[in-house]
């Protein structure tokens, strides 16, 4: 199907762009396109114009000296290749090189993905369990929003209509910390049918001094399994704190059942995907 009719239009600073996205309601931003493209075509999505970023300076590139800055246009591919980032956050350049295809990885962009909230999305669980946040331009200025404030719900964030992330930070990661994101490829598209992402740090005597666990794909936003992340704390990470912690994982979660997989399915899944992603954090401390 074709998309309905639209302008275009393609700013060369980010106040320009929120300028835009400000006077017309029914506008949306251009990332990378691979999220909103397929949605227009189907005509899910019908926006008036069209705000492409890819003109404005500045939003790509990443930054792993210390606190690490990615720009939000930086692609899928950007950080599958960075060898700077696999050093220091390798679940980051693993799970990009698991993104649907090398089309999607070329074009698809980290600031896209966070924008989207799309519940079978990788990225979301990966912001979330590092605790990244996103810098943000509008009309009113710039702020900026942490990772367990930016998803509202299904493809709802908490970004105002005239607000576009500039970029995305995580904290550099504590020595002891090891990392891992697992997910269940759907056959066809590669998104999550479940993924589980899990960053855990140890302190001197051994034991868990911080877990965070991020899911997606099963609920309608990524969520933090909060009961998992409690009963590890403090504990050592071995077999019977990861299998504790992979048996609540679904506790306290709102499961989505669908044609690909039933509620049951995913539930299961969540279970078993947090304990291979505990288990390889484990060994990459
Ligand atoms: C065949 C296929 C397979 C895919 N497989 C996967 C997969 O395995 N895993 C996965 O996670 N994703 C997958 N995707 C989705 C892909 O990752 C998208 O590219 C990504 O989710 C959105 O990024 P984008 O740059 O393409 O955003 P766009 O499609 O351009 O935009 C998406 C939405 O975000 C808004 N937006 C974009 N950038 C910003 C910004 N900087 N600030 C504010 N709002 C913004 C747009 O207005 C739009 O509403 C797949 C897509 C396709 C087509």
Do not use: W
Not at 112 to 130: Q, R
Not at 163 to 172: L, Q, Y
Not at 231 to 259: C, M, P, T, V
Request: a negative charge; zero cysteines; aromatic letters at 4%.
């Amino acid at each position: 199907m074709f998309p309905n009719q639209f302008e275009y239009q393609r700013p060369d600073s980010v106040q320009a762009a929120a300028g835009l996205l400000a006077a017309d309601p029914d506008a949306k931003l251009l990332a990378g396109g691979h999220s909103l493209i397929p949605a227009m075509k189907l005509r899910l999505a019908s926006p008036s114009s069209l705000v492409d970023l890819g003109g404005i300076e500045g939003l790509v590139g990443i930054d792993a000296a210390g606190t690490i800055a990615i720009g939000a246009m930086t692609t899928y591919a950007m950080l599958r290749d960075s060898r700077e980032l696999s050093r220091v956050l390798p679940m980051v350049t693993d799970a990009a090189d698991n993104v649907g295809d090398p089309a999607v990885q070329a074009r698809g962009t980290l600031g896209g993905a966070l924008a989207h909230s799309d519940p079978a999305a990788d990225f979301t669980a990966i912001f979330l369990a590092l605790n990244g946040s996103v810098d943000v331009t509008g009309t009113n200025g710039t702020r900026t929003i942490g990772a367990d404030d930016l998803f509202v719900d299904l493809f709802t964030t908490a970004l105002q209509p005239d607000e576009i992330i500039t970029s995305v930070s995580f904290p550099a990661p504590d020595s002891g910390t090891g990392m891992a994101y697992e997910k269940f490829r759907h056959p066809a598209s590669g998104y999550a049918v479940v993924g589980v992402a899990a960053v855990v740090t140890t302190g001197s005597d051994g034991n868990v001094a911080s877990a965070r666990i991020a899911i997606t794909g099963a609920p309608s936003k990524a969520t933090r399994a909060s009961e998992s992340e409690q009963l590890l704390q403090g504990k050592k990470l071995n077999d019977e704190s990861i299998a504790a912690a992979a048996a609540a994982a679904a506790n306290g979660l709102d499961i989505n059942g669908d044609h690909f997989a039933s509620e049951e399915y995913r539930r299961h899944l969540v279970g078993v995907l947090t304990g291979r992603a505990l288990t390889r954090a484990a060994a990459g401390m």
